[in-house]
């Protein structure tokens, strides 16, 4: 009984310590501050959310092999919102999760030869290999999109809009969720739909 009882024990405290980095990774909410993060550009240089204080933030997780990714690349989409929303002051930054061995990982050359390639216009792509920025964020799709108010706190996360599929003839036809929020936050007005379901690949940690 006693050896049975030292298992149940031994269970409970092992369960604990698995739970508890859960705790540390929960979910970021809307309305409170973003999770801070420091991760490297495709040029070496490291970002942290600090850096922009004062300034909106809009985060892209991506992955140019996936075809939902492709959908808004392919059609100048993403792109067209890149250079919308940073002409108007925004920063964005496009964030790679792959990790190394798994589909969308790339090297930094890669990566800035894809923006080349694409005509794309954040203002800078960071390569997040460990995957700690996405766990996060609990960013779970390519794409999954955050706007970040000038206070650092987290205004918008969820889908880039509201049609989840992977035909660029769709776009004209659905809610721009991003760019509603991203618009809103600049202007200094509440987002309308804070919270949406993203939709894409599962980011391959």
Same mark, same amino acid.
């Given at each position: 009984?006693?050896?049975?009882?030292?298992?149940?024990?031994?269970?409970?405290?092992?369960?604990?310590?698995?739970?508890?980095?859960?705790?540390?990774?929960?979910?970021?909410?809307?309305?409170?501050?973003?999770?801070?993060? #420091? @991760?490297?550009?495709?040029?070496?240089?490291?970002?942290?959310?600090?850096?922009?204080?004062?300034?909106? @933030?809009?985060?892209?997780?991506?992955? &140019?092999?996936?075809?939902?990714?492709?959908? &808004?690349?392919?059609?100048?989409?993403?792109?067209?919102?890149?250079?919308?929303?940073?002409?108007?002051?925004?920063?964005?930054?496009?964030?790679? #999760?792959?990790?190394?061995?798994?589909?969308?990982?790339? #090297?930094?050359?890669?990566?800035?030869?894809?923006?080349?390639?694409?005509?794309?216009?954040?203002?800078?792509?960071?390569?997040?290999?460990?995957?700690?920025?996405?766990?996060?964020?609990?960013?779970?799709?390519?794409?999954?999109?955050?706007?970040?108010?000038?206070?650092?706190?987290?205004?918008?996360?969820?889908?880039?809009?509201?049609?989840?599929?992977?035909?660029?003839?769709?776009?004209?036809?659905?809610?721009?969720?991003?760019?509603?929020?991203? #618009?809103?936050?600049?202007?200094?007005?509440?987002?309308?739909?804070? @919270?949406?379901?993203?939709?894409?690949?599962?980011?391959?940690?």
């Amino acid at each position: 009984m006693k050896r049975f009882s030292r298992i149940l024990n031994g269970t409970a405290t092992l369960l604990l310590a698995a739970a508890l980095p859960l705790t540390a990774l929960a979910a970021p909410k809307v309305g409170e501050p973003a999770p801070d993060f #420091s @991760v490297a550009d495709t040029a070496g240089a490291t970002h942290s959310l600090a850096d922009f204080a004062g300034q909106t @933030v809009i985060l892209e997780w991506t992955n &140019h092999e996936c075809p939902f990714v492709v959908k &808004h690349y392919g059609s100048d989409n993403m792109q067209t919102l890149q250079r919308r929303y940073t002409e108007a002051g925004a920063v964005w930054l496009t964030v790679i #999760s792959s990790a190394p061995g798994k589909q969308g990982h790339v #090297s930094a050359q890669d990566a800035d030869r894809l923006t080349a390639e694409r005509q794309a216009a954040p203002t800078a792509v960071l390569l997040d290999e460990s995957g700690d920025m996405g766990r996060a964020y609990d960013a779970r799709t390519t794409p999954h999109m955050y706007v970040i108010d000038s206070d650092g706190v987290l205004r918008y996360m969820g889908g880039i809009d509201s049609n989840p599929s992977a035909d660029p003839a769709d776009i004209p036809g659905a809610t721009p969720f991003l760019a509603d929020a991203a #618009s809103a936050v600049l202007d200094g007005q509440d987002v309308t739909r804070a @919270v949406t379901r993203p939709y894409g690949c599962t980011i391959k940690y």
